[in-house]
């Protein structure tokens, strides 16, 4: 593990950018209560003036809506809004009885310095024209006002645009009738109470967009300040109401950030309204470069909001004014949870935090270059896979039958099983019912139940395997790993799917079996096996028995203890030339001898399986064996 970690002269040069000199660390006792010192970060000036007590949901933010659905949590008035006394401690309500203000009665007061919008409409609009609706009422107003969203009415000739304050909507209204229109008629003004205006983001708004952008971005520093970006000045003018809490605006935004300015280093969305990083998202991508960034006063209501844009290398982060910061009791908690998504972070909130603690490794890029290539299946070795296949293909062929008795040889006499089944979702009882009645899912199954669930002894596992539904494997599913391998055990897992032959719509199922095989006389059985089910992705239900997969066996394997490479023994009398290929390859496979050889050892005698290999093993412990047998054919 190397010393921690310690700024290097790059990382040195954005935290002088982008954080606050006189800051505070986070050393010894610091409960965050005090606040009375104003920190200003050097590029990312506020604009205008931040009243006192306003550090949580500004008063003159408007009243928009959020991607997340939600409405910031306010208390009532602006003197009762939510403080922070520490993280997660919010400040006692003052209000008289249970929280109220003085006065009583359950309904918040009025607040003037929160904008409401208003929908202005001018009936015959389109007819006088824009040049002189507007400037008609302009004449009537204290202050030239700039319309929001000028628009033409669908299938009338009126026209309507937006305004976002009540006073003026009110102002406006109240020239309905006292302005002479060119044709001779007094121009009718209605307002009625709206959400804020939803503006198509078009090429020609992207255009306004790119030039607000590079507006606020200051190359010396490679910054970006969008704060308050709804309220911009040249937005404004142009009639756009742009809010970074609507998700097209964001992608808008992103694009161009993107294209014109991918080498950007810090990001300022304070006072933006945002709820949900989501639409973000393609920043981790995008942005390479990126070091700060400040969340602060937003409505940011959860730690997990952050897991949008979780994994960014940055060196700096503000989420100072956001309901998530209430969520922690403990400075430390909240420290945790921000690094655990940003572990590089070294200036959160304004205040240095200790340098984190990192190891001695590469880049994760230049680790995963270095990653071996994944395989489907894994095998200790040659010989392992060979006995682990031919055991895996007997053993199904056998659990897959009408009948599953003569697989009592393949288990060891103290060997042991369980099953365990997994519900994908909550409604998957009914649909894996047939398999519960032994599942020893121990997140599932009370404590007094597991002992009597795992299945100990021939019989008891035998009896259990009998149990469960009629199945037939999918071998071309299968993934098969051995991954240990000797004289005295060998594991093999295999993981695919299945299907139930007896039920009327024969249902896929995903399966896996860990067996533990131990070699017993000349074969091998088991002495350890787990079986686990579980509901079957629709990928895998797809690609289920594409090929045709062998149909199970009427005539099941004699009772022979299941043996690596072998086949079932032929039936006495004439063996066909097909069978007798196939027991050559297999014998020859197992023993090592070259096919010559083993046809041989199988004609010597009688094409009896089991004999040729018993004789086999016997003549090689006695050194009996010509080399030859073992030389390529």
Known sequence: MSQPHQRGRDQSYIVKTFRNPNASQYYGHD?????????????????????????????????????????????????????????????????????????????????????????????????????????????????????????????????????????????????????LAPNGSKMKIMSRRSEPPMLTVDDAVKAELAQALSNRY??????????????????????????????????????????????????????????????????KSSLKDLKALDLSHNSLGAITHLDSVQ????????????????????????????????????????????????????????????????????????????????????????????????????????CRFSLSVSLGHRNSNERLNLWLPDSRNLLRTARERQAALLRSGKLEVLGALARLPKTQHDSNSFTVDVPVANERLMQISVSGVLKEREERHSPIRAFSRVFVIVPQGQGFCVVNEMLSISVATPEQIKGAFKAAAPTPSPSPIPHVPVVPGVVAPPPVGVVSEDVQKQMTVQLATVTGMNPHWALKCLQENSFDYDRSLLVFNQLKVEGKVPPEAFLPA
């Open 31 to 179: 409960d965050r209560a005090s606040r009375g010192t104003s920190y200003r970060q050097a590029d990312f000036k506020a604009r205008g003036r931040m009243r006192r007590g306003q550090g949580r949901y500004q008063g003159n933010l408007d009243d928009d809506a959020e991607m997340g659905g939600r409405r910031p949590r306010m208390q009532q008035g602006d003197d009762r809004r939510r403080g922070m006394r520490g993280r997660g401690r919010p400040r006692p309500s003052r209000g008289r009885g249970r929280g109220l203000p003085p006065g009583g009665g359950g309904r918040n007061p009025p607040n003037a310095s929160q904008p409401s919008w208003f929908r202005v409409i001018v009936k015959n609009g389109q007819t006088f024209g824009k040049e002189f609706v507007m400037n008609a009422i302009n004449e009537n107003l204290p202050e030239p006002y700039m319309p929001i969203g000028y628009t033409n009415e669908a299938n009338r000739n009126d026209v309507h645009f937006f305004v976002e304050n009540k006073m003026t909507a009110d102002t406006i209204s109240a020239l309905d009738g006292r302005i």
């Open 218 to 283: 200051v190359p010396a520093n490679r910054t970006l300040n969008l704060s308050q970006f709804y309220m911009d000045p040249y937005i404004r003018g142009k009639g756009l109401y742009l809010p970074l809490n609507r998700q097209n605006v964001v992608a808008a935004v992103l694009e161009i950030i993107t294209g014109q300015i991918p080498e950007v280093v810090g990001i300022n969305l304070s006072k933006n309204r945002i709820t949900s990083l989501m639409p973000f998202k393609a920043i």
């Open 311 to 414: 994994g960014m290398a940055l060196i700096e982060l503000n989420l100072d004014g956001n309901h998530l910061c209430d969520s922690f009791k403990e400075k430390a908690e909240y420290i945790s949870a921000v690094r655990k998504r940003f572990p590089k972070v070294i200036l959160l909130d304004n205040v240095e935090l200790p340098p984190p603690i990192e190891f001695d490794v590469e880049d994760d890029a230049a680790a995963v270059t270095k990653l071996p290539e994944s395989k489907s299946s894994y095998f200790c070795g040659t010989q392992p896979r060979d006995i682990a296949l031919m055991f895996l293909k007997q053993y199904f062929d056998v659990f897959d039958a009408d009948k599953r008795d003569p697989l009592m040889d393949a288990y060891h006499d103290n």
